[in-house]
């Protein structure tokens, strides 16, 4: 199978992880449409709508960057040893400076840096996602021998049991029966968490059951592969054929399983509040775990490889882009919290904003959209200094 490559590269992996950096800035740019408060905060029906269009429709980005890293590197290309290595200096180090930088920003920074100890700054909370991917990466040489000889059919048999886990937290919560049916535990954090509703061997004793181990993000890792071995060049006719009816049927249950659980609590009333466990329960079907975030996760994949375009733009813009991603991803909160924030002061809030009904979506563009560029900026800048640029940004 070829793959279009410049310096080493496969081109449209670098579009991937670009477009998957700005579509998490667009997540971020949504959150203050949904929390707030006390946690949780809609303050209009139309934010209600808007909150659940532009989160629904890019709900696929952080699968985009598991995937790229399997394609890329799964199976291992040389030994256990070296990989990890050049993951400490490219993904953790840049991580431990970050962590740093936001103890101080936010918060109080001796109580931040005591948490660090156990988990990272909730102020910060963009940054559970490299605990993931660490936690991904340390089982990728236990996986690479099995990954370098496993059949297609093999293959597709571990990646339907994964997919049927990705029903599990909408049955979890069909059996819990909705909002009222799951406990609200505290823990040291602060933050809740609803408590499972036991399934398949999980018990009070027990989190460990039948399907705990084939969930989460190794489906996207075996995804990844799964393209990267099986996969070989479509027709733009086929591409489309299986891209847009996974895209639409998987917008469809994020962006109605969202909406649902919205209006059944409110009953039609806003503003709607409420401490953040409310939140969390609203985003049952925006889960990166759930089966709407997977078919997305398929459709973007598929179109993406399609992408041949390696000109001017994409060797003097896009790439650098591309190898700075990581540190975009790292610093992008800094900027777009104070974006956010002055684009929202300006124009005001909702329907009663400067622009009626269409406040809230543009607020959340332009502050995706500047909050992206400057980072940007800023990273692909700092990747560039001397011996030190890769230690900041990755």
């Known amino acids: 199978m070829t793959q279009l490559k410049t310096e080493n590269r496969v081109v449209w992996v670098d579009w991937m992880r670009v477009i998957a950096c700005f579509m998490v800035i667009v997540v971020h740019a949504t959150e203050p449409f949904y929390l707030g408060g006390d946690g949780s905060q809609i303050l209009t029906e139309a934010d209600a709508y808007w909150a659940s269009f532009f989160d629904s429709l890019v709900r696929a980005c952080v699968p985009l960057f598991i995937v790229a890293s399997s394609y890329l590197q799964f199976p291992l290309h040389y030994s256990s040893g070296e990989f990890l290595r050049r993951r400490v200096v490219r993904v953790l180090v840049p991580f431990l400076l970050w962590s740093a930088v936001y103890a101080f920003a936010w918060g109080e920074p001796v109580e931040n840096f005591k948490n ?216 992008h909160l800094l900027l777009l919290v104070p974006i956010s924030g002055a684009i929202r002061e300006w124009l005001g809030v909702g329907v009663d904003g400067r622009l009626g009904i269409w406040t809230s979506p543009v607020e959340i563009v332009v502050a995706a959209v500047l909050g992206f560029v400057v980072s940007a900026v800023i990273a692909v800048i700092a990747q560039k200094i001397p011996k030190i640029g890769k230690y900041i940004v990755g």
Request: hydrophobic letters at 50%; one cysteine or more.
């Open 116 to 331: 660090l100890l156990f988990n990272f700054n909730y102020a910060a909370g963009h940054l559970w996602f490299v605990y993931m991917l660490i936690g991904v990466y340390l089982l990728m040489p236990l996986l690479s021998p099995w990954a370098e000889r496993v059949s297609k059919r093999e293959l597709q048999v571990y990646l339907g049991i994964w997919a049927f886990t990705s029903f599990i937290p909408i049955i979890r919560d069909v059996v819990a029966g909705g909002f009222e049916g799951m406990e609200v535990v505290y823990g040291v954090s602060g933050l809740p968490r609803q408590a499972q509703t036991p399934l398949w061997g999980e018990a009070a004793w027990n989190s460990y059951g039948t399907f705990y181990y084939f969930s989460g993000f190794i489906g996207y890792l075996l995804l990844g592969l799964y393209f990267r071995r099986f996969v070989g060049e479509l027709s733009w006719g086929k591409t489309l054929a299986i891209a847009i009816p996974s895209y639409l049927v998987g917008f469809a249950i994020s962006f109605g399983g969202f909406l649902r659980r919205v209006f059944e609590m409110s009953q039609g009333k806003f503003p709607l509040t409420g401490l953040v466990e409310k939140a969390m329960w609203w985003e049952t079907t925006w889960c990166n775990d759930t089966v709407g975030v997977v078919l997305m996760t398929v459709a973007w994949i598929l179109l993406f490889k399609k992408i041949k375009s390696c000109g001017g733009f994409y060797q003097r813009v896009l790439l650098p882009v591309s190898k700075a991603s990581y540190g975009i991803y790292l610093l």
